[in-house]
């Protein structure tokens, strides 16, 4: 294979890792992405704390939806980050992230119900009956890194 096929073969100009034709290394790094992915999640989770400190008014019109707002940017950000083009997307961290998720939702859900209703645990308490919604969120999160897992 001459020089100017193996290019058209691999956009990026090198044949594969080793050298061996066939293999790809996949997208390159992206932190913008990455960065996004990471403020989305501290987004979703500073959108929790605030509303449960009752400290901005404006979010108390929003009562419940603030929830969906805060876990919604949560999860866009980590599903996010399951991209090949993030650390938590590829190699190892694919199962890390993909673990970490299935792990956290599954703690969710058995706290809910260990803890029963009503409950003194601050969002627990706070989430009800949605609490269910949240662990099994997380462990949709956790089957995006699945379908990365190599």
Known sequence: MSDSSRSKAHPRGSSAAGGRPGLDRGPASSPVRTVVAGLLVVLGIAWIVVHLTDSVAALRDLGGWNFV????????????????????????????????CFLIGLVWIIVYYMAGQPTSLLL????????LMVGIGFMAVGFVYATRWE
């Open 69 to 100: 707002v805060g876990f919604g940017l949560l999860f866009v950000g980590l599903a996010l980050l399951a991209h090949p083009s993030t650390p938590l997307g590829r190699g190892r961290g694919v199962v890390v992230g993909m673990l970490g």
């Open 124 to 131: 627990i308490g706070e989430l009800g009956a949605y609490n």
